[in-house]
């Protein structure tokens, strides 16, 4: 894995739904790895990159996450419920703040969902490089933190 730590964005694939519908973090040799899921067939546009300060929500409510740096992964179009349903049922009821046995990765945090852009942060332990890929069947996207 690279050391390379600029922003990172992607347009979207396929016939996306933007539904999220599961969140995944494990450790794995060398790196960590943080996989958001989605119902469909594509992915959504993404953005990855490090945040310099705290975190905070559209309505500028602080966001504690645990780390010493904070690396902010942004999809669009993307949601936790089915805007097609009339009662809005929830496609992703998971935790919105997820911890593993991960090296770098301290915890990933849910920060909001407004107009369609969803906000995630990973919590590190240090800044390092990272690299973001999309997979289908099912349509994820992926990012894998350095542990070194």
């Not at 739904?17 to 040799?29: P, T």
């Not at 890929?133 to 992926?142: E, F, H, K, N, Q």
């Amino acid at each position: 894995m690279s050391g390379n730590t600029s922003d990172r964005a992607g347009d979207s694939i396929g016939e996306q739904s933007g539904q999220l519908v599961a969140v995944r973090m494990a450790a794995h040799d060398g790196f960590d790895r943080f996989v958001l899921e989605f119902a469909g067939t594509g992915t959504p546009m993404w953005q990855v990159s490090y945040s310099a300060g705290g975190v905070s929500n559209t309505a500028d409510e602080p966001i504690a996450v645990a780390g010493a740096a904070i690396l902010s992964v942004m999809v669009f179009p993307a949601r936790l419920v089915d805007f097609e349903d009339p009662d809005f049922t929830p496609t992703y009821d998971g935790p919105l703040r997820i911890t593993s046995d991960t090296r770098n990765v301290i915890e990933a945090v849910f920060v909001e969902d407004f107009e369609a852009y969803m906000q995630w942060v990973l919590g590190l332990a240090a800044t390092t490089g990272f690299e973001v890929t999309t997979l289908s069947d099912p349509p994820r996207l992926v990012v894998d933190v350095s542990t070194r």
